[in-house]
């Protein structure tokens, strides 16, 4: 069946979690004499498990996310045709059933051939099972013991027991004498992640798990997903935690705190300590998959750098002091700000790191107790374009399908992102997608990204050019007559305006500024105009632009010009960032809107706010993060209360940061650790890791996932939640103390899409909003109708942005930023994790003619210089990027790349350009100390 | 196997072929190096684990390989024949022993003391005796002599009569419709000449209903069988018959593209065959429009690059598309997702071979020659124990004692069992032959298995449990290593034989049965599964001679 036959009727059931029976009669299969109905095309495995339980046949080379692959043998069954036919032998696990079939599943020639076989590989496997890591939880050892071996009946022969341990990586460890051969870890570094780093090598019995051309873990190209580990039967291929070990005494499921992806984890704990990571199988969003940084940077929780102790800076000094002491302190400073100049010189910056329930707190305490609209989050400086954009056209600013739709589609298109580095489990899926012929993938990136090294297109535009791109791809679909006219007259309004003012276009010149050949657009649009289901992805590499808003409109009114909204497999699917990005904004973190999205400008809903919070609350529009900046340069914020952000590394023009920072009367940074905007603080508030506290994060999908506390908060910090609500109190305002049920009941109240969601609901996947009071939840937006009513067209044409038009002739370099793998955002935490051993500095890419212009070698230090000022980074030369195009990361403190970024926003959103900074290059003589400059 | 791996080297397919890639990087060392395997990986998107992985499965491409000046052939019936060890001792003479490596088998089964030197094979006491006259160049060019003979319908050693006549029937049939040809081939009852006997027709028409725009025909002349080289005559004296029987599969079935796999073994078939094909080429008989119709076919010849186990269909797929050649999961079977995932023939050289007559007669023609389950004529090669070693063709149904006496002459010294079929054939007591007749049931009823009907003998003086040690140690070296029984059980049943020849070592009788048991259910595909036949053959009819090897454990 391809992909194009799956109607949304079959996504439901499959979504639903029922089997469609194609209508035909149901067709029986035998097992022991008893008849099961039977699935068209199923295994026999599958089969026999459905009714007679998981563990009912035992196996040894399958694993849930794995494909049938048949090595080891041991899920042999007898078959007949018929009852009392003659029988024969096949393996469970890749043998289809058929009508009448006569499954044997447990006779006694096969129980005979499970044990001979597991006879055989224990002829060559180490007979120390009490001394092994995975003791108690090996699957060769339990199948062993299920079979019933006694004694291995073969004389002493050639054996692989002293194969060498590969201790070389900071995670990774393989013991090949473990090894039983069933290529799980190979199966999974090809069909899970794409990383193609396992293999084999030899043959036949001296056959053995090479990584890459037979080399370490660490010099191989092992990306750490642990996926291999994972998949391992015994303890061949491990990792430092020792994940598979059963010495732990509890495991928690939450969610990871990373991406917008929303990995669900089990972490297990050992005494209060965090032990290991493992991915659930039954994780809708992870499968049974996750990074290195989800399955193992754990280890910043209780790293010794970690704050404990609220602290008041007094005569330059951090001194620490008791909770009661800081929130006395604070609540006087607030209320004399308040009463000396007004609720509007007071600004809250909450955390996308942070809960749902904690970001409602915030932007709760900034409204009604503080009581003005000056809230803002990081969204500001990554997807505040995209809530913009969308909701212009559609109505509703986030993503439209969820992740796993990728099996609907027939085109996806991934625009601006980095997935395979910066949201890898999503990433790992899109590598899978762009391998199959049968699918295509275009990817516009100025960047030969890994993804766009496998995809079928690749438009490789210069920076800033996207909304010039995205035009001219409309303006062939038109011309081509491949416009969805139907869904268009239907569901959309403005077309023909648009239309017009479409197709006057000039493509020479759209051509010649984007860089990008015309026949590849038109042929790249033909394609994901032609596909049944076309699905598009974007991230920071569409919003952080001068243009950003209107190449996210770009993007939707492409949808709404071929149909692709409102079923499985198509629709705009923005990679959000952060963890709980979506929820921060969606618990209403932005100045304009308040909880739920919802105008608080509108005098109705201002009325709803203030007899929710039981006060009034302010009616104007506050500042978006940039403008607090320059607020506070011009004297009119006092103070700030920011909660896990780090402004001073990641907001642009960090010079201009820490003048805002020092402008300020009172700064107050919660935080897990000291990072470069803690420095520049008054008062210092010790927040709690993830895994100390309960409460929900929103995934990109707008998929709400109850996160569980693991382990108790660090002595002397409090999770962050509670410190809102101790703050709101010794402010008077009362606010019961912190509890994840409680809080998204209060939530529920207010926030129109979350009206049906109670945490005692959640269960293991979580719901996507809107959840409906029934509770039942969405999996396609805009399925008949936009939030907005019609979905409306709005043309844009290109605009070059002012940091080009004032510096490109000084500084003829274009500097881009991007994300490695390793890091996350500014590296607060990963830095603070063994991923510094694997990724320890940010690097520059260069092409090699820029390199070779300016005699610039691998690993020179290189200076940038931009109008703002300069920073030294090392080169990597590379032609991931094109000449004249140079991009590098902002991930250690010790570079602060920020320095020179440049401060022109998006002119709707005001979402900085990090992605375009004119700069000129040299070779560096000595290293510039950024660290000095500040 | 791995579905990823096929989509990748399929973007570059047949044109830029990957495994032809590899071949091509240990042209100068006999083995490619890190840097250029990392390359390739890198601009196939297939990461290096992948290239290295692939190049170490292979005889001619591994490591081991590199500065191999000369490679013995180490067949079954040079091994019985005892040419190996006096052809090693005088190679001695003239090279390292680490630049002596092996290849199985050259064909030369008939003459053995058979070699492969500087892209060339050579055979025969006479050679083997002279090595100083070859070295110093004096002209020997290793080409060999064996009787060719048919004893009843001609077919396959047919003359040739010169490429138009050949192709007339072509062109002719590209006249009619698919659908007729395809009933022409299912009425002719062929069935595959490579073991499994499967009807060529019914595969075929399998591919044929599979909606696909590519479609590959393969033709699988890798099939490494010490004792046989009736591959080696079709492809090197009747080269036509194959392509022929290529063009017709491909116009049959839809599929435009070929794929003539030849073992490295056999360096003049795949020089042969490349000039055929390029032959064909210049008279519009393959590429674009053959004869003038829209009707398009090519094909492309891969030097194999030694590896038994590659004589598997799907583990010669793999080998085509560049990956390790493991054997695949069946379904989905190569007819509907094979080469780069797409519809796949793949049939061995005389399968193909026979379509020629079978197109130009009709498939009536083709069933009234043989058996009724057994139709048409089978190739027999006899190894050099015969008074009249040869390539023979018989008529399905010809009696196996027919064969040995007639047409073979009997033997030279006395002979205690044939291995029919190669190493995974049955082992045919002397005593058996009059019980036997050249066809896929006379043999299957017996016990035993045609195969491809090569002849091996094993002489009086020869120890069967040498033998079994042989058969065990040869199916653990070309194992693939995929599956557990037949990694595990070849390696642990050559121990066991090996420790039984060399000391007072009994072997636990049931531990041995449940071993071939364990092979012939457990096993993934025929190369695990088959090797126990033989090996119970041995144990039924020598027992008196095994017997002494064996004990009843408690």
Redesign the interface.
């Given at each position: 069946m391809s992909a194009t036959d799956i109607t949304s009727k079959q996504f439901d059931q499959k979504a639903a979690g029922t089997t469609a029976t194609n209508g035909s009669p149901t067709q029986m299969a035998f097992v022991d004499g008893q008849s099961f109905p039977m699935q068209e095309g199923e295994t026999i495995l599958s089969f026999l498990r459905r009714y007679q339980g998981e563990d009912f046949i035992p196996t040894?080379c399958d694993a849930p996310n794995l494909?049938?692959?048949?090595?080891?043998?041991?899920c042999?069954v007898e078959v007949a045709q018929e009852a009392n036919g003659p029988k024969k032998?096949v393996?469970s696990c890749?043998a289809?059933i058929s009508a009448g079939m006569h499954i044997y599943p447990h006779s006694e020639?096969v129980k005979?051939?499970r044990k001979?076989?597991i006879e055989?590989?224990l002829?060559?496997h180490p007979l120390d099972c009490l001394t092994c890591e995975v003791n108690g939880n090996c699957e060769l050892q339990d199948v062993a013991a299920r079979v019933g071996i006694r004694e291995v009946?073969?004389?002493a022969?050639?054996n692989h027991l002293d194969r060498e341990k590969d201790l070389s990586h900071p995670y990774m460890t393989s013991d090949l004498s473990k090894c039983?051969?069933c290529?799980r870890c190979v199966?999974a570094c090809?069909?899970v992640q794409?990383?193609?780093?396992?293999?084999?090598?030899?043959?036949?019995?001296?056959?053995y798990i090479?990584?890459?051309?037979?080399q370490t873990f660490m010099e191989?190209?092992c990306v750490s997903c642990g996926a291999c580990a994972q998949a391992c039967p015994t303890s061949a291929i491990s990792d430092i935690y020792q994940s598979k070990s059963i010495t732990t005494t509890e495991t928690t499921r939450t969610i990871c705190t990373y991406c917008g992806v929303g990995c669900n984890l089990d972490v297990s704990t050992s005494n209060g300590d965090v032990v290991s990571i493992r991915a659930p199988y039954d994780a809708e969003v992870n499968e049974g998959h996750t990074c290195l940084k989800g399955r193992y940077a754990f280890k910043f929780y209780n790293h010794p750098e970690r704050l404990t102790s609220p602290m008041i800076k007094r005569n330059g000094h951090f001194e620490e002091v008791s909770w009661d002491e800081v929130y006395d302190y604070m609540a006087e400073r607030f209320l004399q700000y308040k009463a000396g100049f007004g609720p509007d010189s007071i600004a809250g910056i909450s955390s996308s790191r942070c809960t749902n329930e904690e970001n409602y707190l915030m932007q709760k305490f900034i409204r009604a107790v503080i009581g003005t609209n000056n809230i803002d989050g990081c969204a500001r400086v990554c997807h505040s374009p995209t809530a913009l954009g969308m909701q212009r056209t559609f109505g509703t600013g986030a993503a439209t399908n969820s992740i796993a739709d990728l099996q609907y589609a027939d085109c996806a298109m991934i625009i601006g992102a980095n997935p395979t580095d910066a949201h890898p489990v999503t990433g790992a899926r899109f590598k899978?997608f762009a391998?199959?012929?049968s699918k295509v993938t275009i990817v516009i990136d100025p960047r030969r990204t890994e993804i766009a090294?496998?995809a079928d297109y690749h438009l490789a535009l210069r920076p800033g050019t996207n909304v010039a791109v995205l035009n001219m791809m409309m303006y062939y679909i038109i011309r081509e007559g491949l416009a969805d006219e139907e869904f268009i007259a239907a569901r959309t309004e403005g077309f023909d305006e648009y239309k017009s003012e479409l197709l006057g276009i000039d493509i020479d010149q759209m051509e010649a500024v984007s860089g990008v050949d015309r026949d590849l657009v038109r042929r790249a649009a033909i394609a994901y105009a032609t596909a049944p289901n076309a699905m598009s992805f974007h991230g920071l590499g569409v919003t952080e632009h001068f243009q950003g808003t209107f190449a996210v409109m770009q993007i939707a009114d492409l949808a709404l010009l071929t149909g692709n909204i409102g079923r499985p497999g198509v629709g705009v699917n923005p990679l959000r960032g952060q963890n709980n990005v979506q929820g921060s904004a969606d618990m209403g973190v932005q100045p304009h809107q308040g909880a739920g999205y919802l105008d608080v400008t509108d005098a109705t809903i201002n009325s709803k706010y203030s007899e929710f919070y039981g006060v009034q609350v302010p009616k104007e529009i506050g500042y978006k993060i940039p403008e607090m900046f320059d607020a506070a340069l011009a004297g009119k914020l006092k103070a700030i209360w920011i909660i896990g952000e780090d402004v001073v590394q990641t907001d642009p023009n960090t010079q201009k940061v820490i003048r805002a920072l020092e402008a300020t009367d009172f700064v107050v940074v919660q935080e897990l650790f000291m990072t470069e905007t803690a420095k520049y603080a008054d008062v210092i508030l010790p927040g709690a890791s993830f895994l100390e506290k309960s409460g929900t994060f929103t995934n990109g999908e707008r998929r709400v996932q109850a996160v569980r506390q693991v382990i108790e908060p660090l002595p002397g910090t409090k999770p962050d939640g509670q410190i809102i609500i101790d703050m709101m109190n010794r402010m008077g305002y009362a606010q019961p103390d912190y509890t994840p049920d409680g809080m998204l009941t209060e939530i529920s109240q207010i926030v129109p899409f979350f009206a049906g969601i109670k945490w005692e609901e959640l269960g293991i996947n979580g719901k996507q909003w809107p959840v409906h009071p029934d509770g039942t939840d969405t999996k396609i937006l805009h399925q008949t109708e936009f939030k907005r009513g019609r979905g409306k067209f709005e043309f844009h044409a290109f605009e070059e942005s002012q940091e080009l038009l004032d510096h490109a002739r000084d500084y003829p370099y274009i500097l881009t930023t991007n994300r490695e793998l390793e890091h996350y955002n500014c590296g607060t935490m990963t830095r603070r994790t063994d991923n510094e051993k694997i990724l320890s500095s940010d690097y520059l890419m260069i092409h090699p003619d820029d390199a070779a212009k300016h005699s610039i070698n691998e690993g020179d230090m290189v200076c940038i210089e931009s109008a703002r000022g300069k920073v030294d980074v090392n080169a990597r030369i590379t032609d991931e990027v094109n000449p004249g195009i140079l991009s590098t990361t902002f991930h250690f403190p010790d570079i602060m790349v920020n320095m020179i970024t440049s401060d022109i926003h998006d002119s709707e959103a005001l979402c900085p350009e990090y992605k375009v900074v004119a700069v000129r290059i040299r070779k560096s003589k000595g290293k510039f100390k950024a660290q000095q400059a500040l | 196997m791995?579905?990823?791996?096929s989509?990748?080297s399929?973007?570059k397919g047949l044109t830029d072929n990957l495994f032809t890639r590899l071949g091509e990087l240990a042209i100068k060392d006999g083995t490619p190096s890190?840097e250029e395997?990392?390359k390739l990986?890198h601009e196939f998107?297939?990461?290096?684990?992948?290239t290295?992985?692939a190049i170490?499965?292979y005889d001619f491409l591994?490591p081991e390989n590199r500065d191999k000046k000369i490679y013995v052939c180490n067949g079954t019936a040079c091994l019985c024949a005892g040419s190996q060890e006096s052809l090693i001792e005088n190679l001695n003479h003239h090279f390292q022993a680490d630049e002596i490596g092996h290849m199985t088998c050259l064909g030369r089964c008939h003459e053995n003391h058979a070699f492969h030197y500087d892209g060339r094979n050579y055979s025969g006491p006479a050679v083997a005796e002279n090595l100083e006259g070859l070295f110093s160049g004096n002209g020997i060019n290793g080409d060999d002599k064996y009787r060719i003979k048919s004893s009843g319908t001609q077919i396959l050693t047919s003359p040739f009569p010169g490429i138009e006549d050949y192709y007339k029937p072509l062109l002719t049939a590209l006249e009619r419709k698919p659908e007729v040809l395809l009933e022409e081939i299912k009425t002719s009852g062929v069935r595959g000449r490579g073991g499994a006997g499967f009807p060529l027709g019914l595969k075929l028409e399998f591919c044929r209903n599979e909606s696909s725009d590519i479609k590959f025909i393969i033709c699988n002349a890798d099939e490494g069988d010490p004792g046989a080289y009736s591959d080696r005559y079709l492809l090197e004296l009747q080269p036509h018959s194959v392509l022929f029987g290529m063009l017709t599969a491909g116009y049959v079935t839809g599929a435009k593209h070929g794929v003539l796999y030849i073992r490295a073994e056999y360096p003049d078939s795949i020089a042969i065959c490349k000039n055929a094909i390029d032959e064909l080429r210049e008279k519009g008989l393959m590429g674009k429009g053959i004869g003038g119709t829209n009707f398009d076919f090519d094909v492309k010849v891969i030097s194999a690059k030694g590896?038994y186990?590659c004589g598997e269909e799907t583990a010669l797929i793999n080998s085509i598309e560049g990956q390790?050649p493991?054997v695949r999961?069946?379904?989905p079977y190569p007819a509907q997702q094979g080469l780069f995932?797409k519809p796949t023939i793949v049939n061995n050289v005389e399968t193909l071979a026979t379509l020629h007559y079978i197109i130009s007669n009709g498939g009536a023609a083709w069933k009234a020659i043989g058996t009724s389950k057994s139709s048409g004529t089978k190739l027999i090669c006899l190894d050099s124990f015969f008074k009249h070693p040869g390539l023979y063709e018989v008529e399905m149904g010809t009696p196996l004692k027919t064969v040995v006496d007639d047409l073979g002459g009997g033997f030279k010294r006395p002979v205690k069992a044939l291995q029919i079929g190669g190493p995974l054939g049955g082992l045919v007591p002397v005593w058996k032959i009059s019980d036997l007749t050249i066809d896929f049931e006379s043999f299957a009823e017996n016990g035993f298995l045609l195969g491809h009907a090569s002849v091996v003998s094993i002489p009086e003086d020869f120890p069967i449990l040498r033998f079994i040690e042989h058969l065990f140690e040869f199916a653990?070296?070309?194992?693939?290593?995929?599956?557990?029984?037949c990694?595990?059980?070849?390696?642990?049943g050559q121990?066991?034989a090996a420790?039984a020849l060399e000391s007072d070592?009994k072997i636990?009788k049931k531990?041995l049965t449940?071993?071939l048991?364990?092979l012939e259910?457990?096993?993934?595909c025929a190369h695990g599964g088959g090797i126990p036949l033989p090996i119970r053959n041995a144990l039924q009819h020598f027992e008196s001679e095994l017997s002494v090897y064996l004990e009843d454990?408690l």
């Open positions: 040894l494909k049938p692959f048949g090595s080891c043998r041991v042999s032998t393996a890749h289809p020639s005979e051939l001979n076989i055989l590989v002829t060559d009946r073969y004389p022969g050639a039983i051969n290529y199966r090809d069909e794409g990383e193609f780093v396992l293999s084999m090598a030899g043959r036949g019995f001296d056959a090479i990584k890459g051309t037979d191989s190209d899978q391998i199959d012929s090294r496998y | 791995s579905h990823n791996l989509e990748l399929g973007r890190v395997l990392e990986a998107l297939i990461g290096s684990a992948n290295y992985g170490t499965f591994k590896s186990i390790r493991e999961i069946r379904p995932n653990a070296y070309e194992s693939c290593g995929k599956c557990f029984p990694r595990l059980g070849t390696k642990r121990e066991l420790k070592y636990d531990l449940d071993l048991t364990t259910e457990g096993s993934l454990k």
